[in-house]
């Protein structure tokens, strides 16, 4: 059977890759350090040796859209391109292909329908950054196959939190059960508290540094039980209003497992955002 | 009221280089012609099939017209789609962030709850 190598966490910031690529007056005060916490970061993830990644994330309005808008959706192609025109106009994203796992795309797609999960599929994906930062944090060089995952975080009517923490479990369970020799990395990204295009946005910190502070703790100590008990979709707009981002770290709470503690955790004040870093060795701790 | 056509408009300029500049300077000619062309296209099917009964209502399509993203805001627009579109269009004319701040400055009587984003 296939072993879960790491399990990580994100947030996705579409800042970093021009913030830790400017240099002279372009570079902005905080991109050393920000720069260093991910080159830590990506070394959780290169210890583990993975060999295929799953990976986690939300279109935000690129190829699905209102008209035909899934939940929950698996990618099943042999490809996918990567980035968008305007995540090249706005964040100065470049474009790349990564390959994709078919054969784990199947697997997960047939467990998750025979596990209640009511997925959708796609053939032909163009994914955008909240696969591609943590390709460009984690694993710059983008040579690994992934099967991306997409959940709806961002067009109401929204799958209960609850939802996104078994579906979490269920991948868990669905890449344990693969009759594989692969090492799988699991790597969701999500937001803490945000405002995009609300009064509270662009602040000189995230617009609910309380919330961020319970959501690490939360998401550190594996504390689903605790988080559950606090989110709902309507307290979700309280700490900013695309906060139900957060809803992708709970997800990748369930693939972790209740009460499982992360073996890296990391964070970085940021203007407008708290940037945070979870990274689970199901394994053990790698040294 | 349409949130959904609102969001269709914002969603079909904001990915099309040509209609970001195109509504940039030329709101109103670009609001009848998207109204015309492009309001009953339907995005994920081949060409050639259309919708027979979207339009927009004579409030939505001023506040398009006036380019007015706190209106956008109120009518429960997707206030991810206004923002990237209008970050196209404008950020260009300001210093760095001060186009965001601004924006967010211009909203700040909203209270929450915020309007309803639901389609």
């Known amino acids: 059977m296939a072993t879960v190598a790491a399990v990580i966490a994100s947030t996705h910031h579409p800042f970093y890759y021009r913030a830790s690529t400017s240099t002279g007056a372009e570079r902005p005060p905080f991109a050393d350090e920000w720069v260093a916490k991910i080159e830590t970061f990506r070394e959780t993830l290169t210890r583990a040796e993975p060999d295929v990644l799953v990976m986690v994330g939300s279109d935000h309005f690129h190829q699905l859209w209102l008209d035909n808008m899934p939940q929950f959706l698996v990618g099943k192609a042999p490809y996918y391109d990567a980035n968008w025109y305007n995540e090249e106009r706005e964040f100065g994203l470049p474009r790349f292909r990564l390959e994709g796992d078919e054969q784990l795309s199947q697997h997960i797609l047939r467990g998750g329908l025979d596990r209640d999960f009511d997925l959708a599929f796609s053939n032909e994906l163009r994914i955008d950054h909240s696969i591609t930062c943590p390709i460009i944090t984690l694993r710059p060089d983008a040579d690994l196959p992934i099967v991306p995952v997409y959940t709806n975080i961002f067009a109401p009517p929204l799958p209960q939190p609850t939802r996104f923490v078994q579906l979490g479990r269920a991948i868990r369970e669905m890449v344990e059960s693969w009759e594989s020799d692969k090492r799988v990395a699991i790597i969701g990204t999500g937001h803490l508290s945000l405002e995009l295009g609300g009064p509270r946005q662009f602040g000189e910190h995230g617009p609910d540094p309380e919330f961020d502070r319970r959501a690490v703790d939360w998401i550190a100590n594996g504390d689903i039980e605790g988080c559950c008990a606090d989110v709902t979709l309507d307290s979700l707009h309280l700490p900013g209003n695309a906060t139900h981002g957060f809803m992708d770290f709970m997800l990748m709470m369930g693939v972790a497992g209740e009460g499982v503690k992360a073996d890296h955790v990391d964070s970085l004040d940021l203007f407008h955002t708290m940037e945070a870093y979870f990274t689970w060795y199901p394994e053990g701790a790698l040294s | ?119």
């Open chain 2, 1 to 119: 009221m349409s949130k959904y056509l609102l969001d269709k408009f914002l969603y079909t300029v904001d990915r099309d280089p040509d209609l970001v500049e195109r509504y940039r300077d030329d709101p109103a000619g670009t609001v009848a012609w998207w109204e015309d062309e492009m309001a009953n296209s339907l995005l994920g099917c081949h060409s050639g099939e259309r919708s027979t009964w979207l339009g927009l209502t004579d409030e939505e399509r001023d506040v398009l017209v006036r380019q007015d993203h706190v209106a956008l805001f109120e009518l429960g627009a997707h206030p991810f789609l206004t923002l990237t579109l209008f970050i196209a269009m404008f950020e260009r004319d300001h210093e760095p962030l001060e186009y965001q701040i601004a924006y967010g400055a211009r909203l700040e009587h909203f209270d929450l709850p915020y309007p309803d984003i639901a389609t």
